[in-house]
């Protein structure tokens, strides 16, 4: 059964701090991993899509990487600033049954 | 604007009341889905469409019931809403392609079930 697992769950960090959320799942036969963002109460909004026979992805001040063969996604972001502050969520696309798994998230706040 | 579309966005109702939470999407995805989201469970799905009249459980499918006459749209059913399904839900849809498509998600739903 495939997991998805994101560390750490909050972080804390200044203002134009270099920061690198990670995501780890157990089960590599997936069609991609995709990396969301989510405001309290809100829906989600997806930032990067990293197809499995992709390494990596860049969009603007946002960096996702992924190694399928050690199961890890890390998600990198340059300069973060006080409205990166959000939940960051990642979502693996399992080829198994088309399901979508996600991570429980990780809390980010960038403080002025 | 390419969106998918759920109503209505927040709905308190009483122990078993049936109800419909709609979804529609218009980028002629094929692959739509449903999830709940609670605190410290994170996004659980609870059914999904590869297409049209083809549906399927997901991982917390009880209680719930969903449907797909058309394409565009994915209606979420409650026939008898119980306190426990008290969450924030959330569809979402995707191109079959799922190698080289990723999901696009609506605004959610915030059930309250008294």
């Known amino acids: 059964k495939q997991e998805v697992t994101q560390i750490p769950a909050a972080l804390s960090v200044p203002e134009g701090e270099n920061l690198v959320l990670n995501c780890s799942f157990t089960?590599?036969?997936?069609?991609?991993l995709q990396w969301f963002r989510q405001d309290p109460g809100k829906g989600l909004t997806s930032l990067l899509l990293?197809?499995?026979?992709?390494r990596e992805q860049t969009s603007g001040r946002l960096n996702a990487s992924l190694d399928k063969s050690s199961g890890r996604s890390t998600l990198y972001i340059a300069a973060s600033q006080p409205g990166d502050s959000a939940t960051y969520l990642c979502a693996v696309a399992h080829t198994g049954g088309f399901k979508t798994i996600f991570g429980a998230g990780t809390r980010l706040f960038v403080k002025a | 604007e390419a969106q998918v579309t759920q109503n209505p966005r927040y709905l308190i109702t009483v122990t078993g009341k049936k109800l419909t939470v709609t979804c529609s999407q218009n980028?002629?995805?094929?692959?739509m889905s449903w999830y709940r989201q609670d605190p410290g469970l994170g996004l659980r799905q609870i059914y999904y469409?590869?297409?049209?009249?083809?549906?399927d459980k997901g991982d917390v499918p009880e209680g719930y019931k969903v449907s797909r006459k058309e394409k565009r749209n994915f209606p979420l059913i409650l026939e008898s809403p119980s306190p426990n399904q008290t969450s924030l839900y959330f569809c979402a849809s995707s191109r079959s392609d799922r190698a080289n498509y990723g999901y696009t998600f609506g605004s959610g739903t915030r059930l309250t079930v008294v």
């Open positions: 469409s590869m297409n049209v009249e083809v549906t």
């Open positions: 980028m002629n995805h094929e692959y």
């Open positions: 990293i197809q499995s026979s992709q």
């Open positions: 089960d590599s036969a997936i069609y991609n």
